[in-house]
């Protein structure tokens, strides 16, 4: 049994998506969330710069006293996680992974979309889980063209973020896309957007965020690291950013 908490990071805000599933899975667990904020978005940075931030992130948890990390930003694990597993083998640290599998294994028209930022659609991780599970589908990509910084200004409810949403997925749609991707922890905030879209071209959204709290859960019993029966959580909150960032990280999950 270990009550150290959990540690749950991204560039910003849309890791609080995965923070919600951890939370739901295992509500005895104690969660700490940064999210940078002060270098969001990552999505067209250069790795290396990508890879430091990452580190930066996982010192900081770790001072804090986290049991296992949850890089919650695909961009940041696409250019990182091997770098964090390497640097630091004996900590448990979960990714995100491009939803391709289940997606392919959904599809009934065999075209599958992926909308995701421009580094992670670039990156290594990317490419082998696509042509890993993707090799007798179609598989069209878009990159989420200022969904980020629609999540990040609170306007994922407006007329502007559906009008975005559907610049971008629209064209996949008429290829035959029936499952789409969502490559970004920001992503599942414009779910309404989607949906909206959805309604004239039907399709399933899949999300990682589900799997990566099972993961969690696994990894946990793993190494023995759950937290005791009826152990009352507490959640923290992280920035590099400015406090009135901080707050609205808390807000943003209503807490």
């Known amino acids: 049994m270990n009550n150290a908490p959990i540690g749950i990071y991204d560039?910003?805000?849309g890791g609080l998506s995965v923070w919600q599933e951890v939370r739901k899975a295992l509500p005895e667990e104690s969660l700490i969330y940064l999210g940078d904020g002060k270098n969001c978005p990552y999505g067209s940075r250069p790795?290396?710069?990508i890879r430091q931030l990452a580190q930066d992130a996982v010192e900081h948890l770790l001072a804090l006293g986290c049991k296992l990390i949850v890089v919650a930003c695909n961009t940041a694990t696409a250019a990182a996680i091997d770098h964090l597993r390497e640097s630091y083998p004996t900590l448990p640290i979960v990714g995100m992974e491009p939803a391709i599998k289940p997606a392919s294994l959904a599809t009934k028209s065999r075209v599958v979309g992926v909308v995701a930022t421009?580094?992670?659609?670039?990156?290594d991780l990317f490419r082998r889980t696509a042509a890993?599970?993707?090799a007798d589908i179609e598989v069209l990509t878009a990159v989420g063209e200022g969904f980020v910084e629609l999540v990040e200004a609170n306007l994922e409810h407006t007329e502007e973020a559906y009008a975005?949403?559907?610049t971008v997925i629209?064209?996949?749609l008429r290829r035959g896309a029936d499952q789409?991707?969502?490559?970004?922890?920001?992503y599942p905030f414009l779910r309404e957007a989607f949906l909206r879209v959805g309604e004239e071209y039907p399709f399933t959204l899949v999300d990682a965020a589900p799997a990566v709290a099972r993961r969690v859960v696994e990894l946990l019993s793993r190494h023995a690291l759950k937290a005791e029966s009826g152990h009352r959580p507490e959640y923290r909150f992280e920035t590099f950013a400015d406090?009135?960032?901080?707050?609205?990280?808390?807000?943003?999950?209503?807490?």
């Open 118 to 123: 421009e580094r992670s659609l670039d990156g």
């Open 164 to 166: 975005r949403v559907k």
């Open 243 to 255: 406090e009135a960032y901080r707050e609205r990280l808390a807000s943003k999950v209503n807490l």
């Open 47 to 49: 790795s290396a710069e």
């Open 132 to 134: 890993r599970y993707g």
């Open 11 to 13: 560039s910003g805000m």
């Open 180 to 186: 789409v991707v969502l490559g970004c922890t920001h």
């Open 170 to 172: 629209e064209p996949m």
